[in-house]
Structure formats: structure tokens, C-alpha cells
């Protein structure tokens, strides 16, 4: 293609609402265009990395046996009513009503609908087992769409779905994908960690979820030095290291004035902040509950959410007015003479004596409570945030890193199938229930992961097979007809052998063209200038952007070289 009449918009400046360099590079590249918060049209250059990428998964689905459909992205209610996702989902769901006043929703997923496609046509244990998957559309209404394509609200996602007859054979068809996304994420160069992830609003037993490592990545991850453990801070268990054991001393009431925080408590009253319990004041589904933890600790939402069989959105922050009628008082919250109240206790805390708590009324704390003795209230196990310093089971160091989820695997045994009553004949003409498993990629986030992990102040970095081209000609001069000539004869001799180049053949100033090439990051360069006569180029690439001269002949055959590896 010839940048004269290409559809290339880059821009000089940095676009003010694009925070992280993904964001900034894919704009500032011309590669995409925000049409509403976190909608984006995908120009040509960034369409064909796009392409490149859906190409690579088809790729390796089709190897691991999993079969093309494409699904509406219009989705009716009922099967969502019959899950009871039509309100678990929340406000996440973009939902909308036909003429007729049929409710459908624009998909965020596609289990209820791959369920009940299987149901009606799948009938036998001898059809199975099955592994259908589409690359679409879907749409959620983020509470916070941010980063570009990374957390969009319509976004490209590829959605596998396996149907087994039994657990064991859904956990092998699991294998099996979990090795199709090794590749994939392996052919998509980036540097990744497979960790335990959480089933959240999937359901179902065991998760992986693929984290690409990035320090602007929304989600932490931990993991042992030998890798033998992973998990993500959703879901990693904490095991908590209580403080020196104590003698139960007696329950004293303290003045405290205005010191509510657990900073402020803990140095006025001189007691480790693992002493001091921290109230979390919230509602879940409107219940006034108010969540003990250490106070060196931060709540873990989804561990909480998954303890109260809750989706997350069902729990909110507690207003100050609902405090009040607990009968407490902000800032001073404690497990003591709360009126109806729900009160669940971190199993932390029942092990550690001489507590601080709060009083419930302004300005004062209970000192040396302990539980069983002065409080009492629902214990769950786990409700804490792994954090720096946090060791495994067997107490080995954790190391934390950042990176961005670029899929998701579930194995999701008969929930939907039991929700959507999609059985099959088993040998004995006995209905059972699907085994299933889901398996999603998120195709557009996926690109910001690999420029995320390949850029440098000049632009993007595109690794040779993921690029929207692989070679990038410059005219230096348009005005010297025998740079015109040089340059393109070497990009018909190139698209002659199949290579995908672009030619900038634009009347820009040489400086306008680098600075462009730099941005779009092609990967392999050839400049067109003064010895364009003499028939000598220079050739450079992205990454080391070191330009050396080369006859023509030679700049070709380097270049065929690399290409063809
Ligand atoms: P997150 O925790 O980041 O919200 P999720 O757990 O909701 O992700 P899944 O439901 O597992 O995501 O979706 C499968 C894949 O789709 C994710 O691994 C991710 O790559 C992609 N994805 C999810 N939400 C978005 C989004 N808002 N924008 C772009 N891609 C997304
Ligand atoms: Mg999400």
C-alpha cells in the first residue's frame, strides 16, 4: 500500500484522556479512534493487527479441534432469566427491548447461548464431546471503560465452549485448551504468567486465568520464584501471621478523640495495627453487614462476595445514615451493641486476643476485646487481600507483579446446562447433563498487552508476524525522480513476493515520515535517498533503528531473509 493514499491519521500530540502508552501509541498512530467512552472504530493499520491476531487463534482452535460459529451478539432474556444472570450481571448488561417489547441484551458472554444452541441440537453422548467457538463482538456497560481498548465497553472477544459427557473428560478437553492458549499467547510474543484464577460470576470449580505482564495492568499477580505457584490477588489465599500471642486482658473502655483511622488509633494507643480491627461498613443486597479484618489489611471484595454467594455489585458501601441506625457511629465502628446488624469476623481475628475495637459511639474504642468473650459473629475464613510480604502455605516467599488478563479459562461442570435443562442421551437412553468448560481471549485488549510490552519513546515495536505491515519503504525526496523510480521498484519487487510493505510515498518532509515510521512501528526499513542513483539504500529496523547502507540487492535478500524464517 502507498501512504499517499492511505487512511493513516497520527498525531504529534499525546490525546489528553490516554494514560497508558498503549492507549497513546494505538491513537497517536492512527490505529483506532474513540467514537464514545469505550467504543472504538479500528482504522486500517490497526484492523489488520487485529486481523493478524483473530488469524493466529483460528490457528490454533482449529488445532486444538474447536470448530467456527459466529452467534448474534443479540441475545434474548429468557436464557439469561433461566441462569439467573439477567440480574446477576447488573448494570454491567446492556440490555434492550424490540418493538414488540422482547427484552434481549447485546452479549457480554455467550454461555447461556452456546447452552441453549447445544441443547437443541445435540443429542446424543455420541455427538460428544464438542468444541464450538466464535470470534465476536460483546458488550459491557464498565462501571470505569479506561486504557483504550484494554477495558472498552464493546470489545472483541473470542468465546470457546466445550460440552462433555462426565468431569473427567471435561477436565481433558480443559487440558486441552489450556495448551491451545499456551500457544497462542506464546505466538502472540508476549511475556505471560498462567495463574489460578477466580470463578467469580462464571461459576463453576477451577479457573486459570492468562495474565500478560504489565506495570499498567489492572490486576496483581503473585506467584513462588519456581512458578509452581500462581494465583491472582483475587483469589490468592492469605495466610495471615498473627501477631506474638497475648494473655486476654480485661475489656477497658478509651477515649479516643477524633482518631478513627487505623493509622491514627494504632500510634495514639500504641498497639500494632494487627490489634486494631478494622470495620468495613457495607450493604450487601441493602443488608446493613459490617466486615471485622486486621487492621494491617485491606478486604478482599470478591473473596467476600464469594463467602456471602453475592455478585460482586451486590455489595456497596454502607452510607453514613445506616451507620448511625446500626447503631454506631462512622469512624468508631465495632462488633459490640450493633442493632440488627450482620457481622462477619475474618477468622484472622478470632485468634488474636486484646483487641482494639471501635466503641460505636464518636470518640471512643474498646481496648483488649477479645473474641468469643466480648464479641461474637459470623466467622468466615478468608476475606483478606494477599499483600507485599505474604507468604504460601508452606511459607515460601511471593513475588507480585502487574499485568493485564488477556484470557480467561473456566471449567464449569452442569451449571448452565442444569440451569438451561440441556441434557443428552447417555449409552443406558438416560438424560444427563453437559459437562462444560469456557474459554475466552480478548482479542482487541490483547493488542494493548502487546504494545504494552513492545514500545519505546518513539512508538510501537510491532513483533515481525503481528505487524500491520512488515516493511515500510521512505521516499526521502519525492521531488528526486530517481528516489521515486528506486523506491518503487524495491515495493513492487517486494509485494512481487509476497511481503506486505507500505511505501511513503507522501510529500511530507523526510523528518514528518520518520517520526510516523518510528510511531506505526513496521518492523523492517528501507530509506530511499541521496544514493538512490548509485542504487544504494539504507536499511534499518524498528527495534535497534541503527541504518545501514546496503545495495538495493542486498537490503532485498535481508529482508526476504527475515520474512520467509
Ligand atoms: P476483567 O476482570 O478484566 O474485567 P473478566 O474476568 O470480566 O475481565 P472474562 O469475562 O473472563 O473477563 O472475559 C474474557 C476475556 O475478555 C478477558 O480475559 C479479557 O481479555 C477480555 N475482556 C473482558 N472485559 C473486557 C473489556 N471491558 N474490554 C476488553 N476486553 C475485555
Ligand atoms: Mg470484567
Redesign the pocket.
Known sequence: MKLSNYYMPTLREVPSDAEIASHQLLLRGGMIRKSAT?IYTYLPLGYRVIRKIEAIVREEMERAGSLEILMSALQPKEIWEQSGRWSVYGPEMFKLKDRNQREFCLG??AEEYFTSLVKDEVRSYKQLPLNIYQIQT?Y?D?KR?RFG?????E???K?AYTFDTNEETMVKSYENMYQAYERIFDRLHLDYRIVL??S???GGSSSH??IALSETG??VICFTKDGKFAATD?KAPVYYQAPPEEDAKSLEKVETPKLSTIEDISSYLKVDKKRCAKAVDLLIDQEPTIVFIPGDRELNVIKLAAYAQVPEHAIEKMDDETIVACGSYPGFTGPMDLKDTRIIIDSSLTHINNLVVGANEADYHYINACYGRDFEGEVAEDLLTIQAGDKTEDGEDLLFRRG?????I?QLGTKYSEALHATYLDENGKEQFFYMGSY???????VTAIVEQNHDDHGIIWPLDLAPYQVIITIVQTKDQDQVDLGEKIYNDLEDKGIQVLLDDRKERAGVKFNDRDLIGIPLRITVGKKASEGIVEYSTRKEMENKDLPVEEALSEILTICQK
Open positions: 469505550g457480554p458472554t460483546k459491557r464498565e471503560p481498548l484494554n477495558r472498552a465497553r470489545f472483541s472477544m468465546d484464577g477466580d467469580g460470576a462464571m486465568e492468562f489492572e490486576g483475587e493485564i488478563e488477556v484470557g480467561n473456566f475466552g481471549v480478548g482479542i482487541t485488549r490483547t
